[in-house]
Every structure is written in structure tokens, then in C-alpha cells.
């Protein structure tokens, strides 16, 4: 199967939409509070829409046989006044087709937004991972993730 990765464009809004959905769908699973993807679809799309053409974001798509099976995004944030990095990479979302998991979409999605950010002259990459997805975890462990912070929560009556 011969897999390429692509910079999306405008044009592919609807398909980075879709994956977004259903990524939404699945981490809805693990975490109940998320809300419904449908009910902020528009405002993803704008996000998606901007930040797309913006040189301090890179947005990917997997084609594997002329379909998209995977996508990946990720852009440049400035840092809190504590780091001594001014700025570091945020990975947004990453999402592979169930039938195309476990083939090294994923490593190479996420292995091309860590060259982009290292030609940006970033240094420091950040994501954040669903304490319950542990296949998530997993995959960020073995390209190099650290746990850097846990964010904790509490729910009030």
C-alpha cells in the first residue's frame, strides 16, 4: 500500500472536517463531557479555514490509493512567561482510519509535523492525550512524548 502525505489546502476543509468528527465521536467515548461535534462544526470549519493558510500552521492529510485515510494538524504557540522557550509546536488532532491504523500513517503524519516545526526552528513540541486513550499515549511515548504536566479537574453539584 503506497501511503503519501500531503499539505492540505483549502480545499480539503471537508475532508479534515469529517476525520475531526470523528475523532470527536471517539474521544466522546473516553470523556462523556465533550460536547457533540455537530453542535460546533461551523466554528471548526472557520478555525480550519484560517489557520490553514497561516506560515505558523501545517495541516496534513494521509492518501493511501487516491483516499484521504488520515489527517494531522499543528501550529505554533507563544509561550507562558515561566519557559524559556518563547515559542513551542502544538499538535492538534491526529486521526487515522480504523482499517489503515497500525501501518505507520500515524508516525508518519506526526514525523512530518516534527520536521516542519524543526524548519520553523522549533525546539519543543507539546500535545495533550485523553488520560483514558491509552493507545494514544502509547504511540506519543514511542516517537519521544514525555508526560510533562497532568491536568487535573474536579466537578462541583
Known sequence: MMVEIKKATE?????LLEFSRKLNEFERK???????????????????????????????IA???????????????KSFLFFKEEKYGY?????????????GIGRKLVEEIIQWFKNKGIKWIRTDVLSKNERALKFYEKLGFKEFQKELEVWLE
Open 63 to 77: 492518501w493511501a490509493n487516491g483516499k484521504p485515510v488520515g489527517m494531522a494538524y499543528a501550529w505554533m504557540v
Open 30 to 60: 473516553l470523556y462523556p463531557n465533550y460536547r457533540r461535534f455537530e453542535l460546533d462544526k461551523e466554528k471548526i470549519e472557520k478555525f480550519f479555514r484560517k489557520r490553514i493558510k497561516r506560515e505558523d500552521s501545517v495541516f496534513l
Open 91 to 103: 499538535i492538534g488532532e491526529v486521526w487515522v482510519e480504523e482499517g489503515f491504523r497500525r501501518k
Open 11 to 15: 480545499k480539503d476543509v471537508k475532508i
